[in-house]
């Protein structure tokens, strides 16, 4: 049998092992040093010399804040960072104080050079202790009395009348008591009546909350009827209520047609109040900046739109209807089918929720 002999040449001595690939070890631990030493320079250049130049400077001035006496510092012009939160007085939302309503009528007196620029004014409002004649009276007033305002409006519950009923039953007599419970059953029918699909076209029988924004639209001769009265004081008592008086169109309206609209509508309020007998509807109940007019259809849809959602609104005029309810408000019509007044003298709304 001849001799088996390897195929495999014979390496010179002297030279270094190679690896698989054909890269020798030191060549290797050449580049790894070299890709070391580049990313050793790129965080070093980038640290000391590109991230300062991009990084937000302060302002190293300090502003003092207004009204707290507090030293508060202010961001720079240059800052861009969101979380650089910048405290200063001008961000700062407060409500007026007393002393600021009281000094107000002193600088426009200065500015004008008039000594009696405030005489006009109401004492209430110099001292800066004006109220809503409807707040109640165990809510405090002036600038503080903001604070209970609900979307711009005084809330049912913080109003003269959310416990005008309540405050008549220790007022007086037993009587008062009795008139209180007849009151609330009266109310209780009203509601009946008001939710009825026949009577007002109503889709639902669960009545608005206690407290509920609603508008009521009557016409502005309808105002001298008891029942109608009745029934706006019930509903006064029970809803955050306003009322619009649609008063007849007019073609004309001349440069000084302001002032004789003005004591128009006071005439209307006027009677609405039962001309001062205990009949009407009280000014602690509706007070008179929630009677308003509008004679026109148009300028009646404007007043509900601007009012934050009211629970319905309550009118005899069909057109109503079509107008609101494309913007989702819930319109109920009284008197339909009948003609713009009874003949007996009960206004419509009387007779539908009264009858």
């Known amino acids: 049998m001849p001799p088996i002999t390897s195929t495999d040449e014979a390496i010179p001595e002297g030279t270094p092992p190679t690896s698989d690939d054909g890269w020798s070890d030191e060549e290797i631990e050449t580049m790894l040093g070299t ?3 580049v990313g050793a320079a790129t965080l070093i250049i980038y640290y000391v010399i590109l991230r300062p130049l991009f990084k937000p400077k302060r302002n190293e001035g300090a502003a003092v804040g207004a009204g707290d006496g507090g030293q508060q510092q202010v961001m720079g012009a240059g800052a861009r960072n969101n979380n650089n939160i910048a405290i200063g007085a001008a961000r700062r939302q407060r409500q007026p104080t007393q002393a600021a309503f009281a000094r107000a009528p002193t600088r426009a007196a200065a500015a004008t050079g008039g000594a009696d620029a405030t005489a006009s004014l109401p004492e209430s409002v110099v001292s800066g202790k004006r109220r809503p004649p409807h707040l109640a009276e165990t809510c405090s007033g002036g600038p503080a009395g903001t604070r209970y305002l609900v979307e711009g409006l005084i809330p049912f519950k913080r109003s003269l009348a959310g416990s005008y009923e309540s405050s008549k039953t220790t007022r007086v007599s037993q009587e008062d008591e009795d008139v209180v419970t007849a009151n609330r059953k009266s109310r209780a029918r009203l509601l009946a009546r008001l939710l009825n699909p026949t009577l007002t076209g109503a889709q639902t029988k669960t009545p608005p909350a206690r407290g509920s924004n609603v508008i009521v639209c009557i016409p502005s001769t309808d105002v001298g009827c008891a029942k109608l009265q009745q029934a706006l004081y019930l509903m006064g008592t029970y809803f955050n209520l ?29 009677q609405l109040r039962g001309s001062g007998n205990d009949n009407g509807v009280p000014i602690e109940v509706l007070p008179d900046h929630r009677i308003v007019a509008a004679r026109t259809v148009e300028g009646k849809v404007a007043f509900v739109r601007q009012m934050h959602r009211p629970e319905f609104v309550l009118d005899c005029d069909a057109e109503m209807k ?22 007996d003298g009960i206004s419509l709304l009387g007779k539908a929720l009264m009858a």
């Open 35 to 37: 890709a070391i030493l």
């Open 242 to 270: 306003f009322l619009v008086l649609t008063l007849p169109s007019k073609d004309d309206a001349g440069v000084d047609e302001h002032d004789k609209e003005k004591e128009l509508l006071d005439n209307l309020r006027s």
């Open 322 to 343: 079509t107008q609101l309810e494309r913007f989702g408000f819930m319109v109920l019509l009284y008197g339909r089918g009948d003609e713009k007044r009874s003949s």
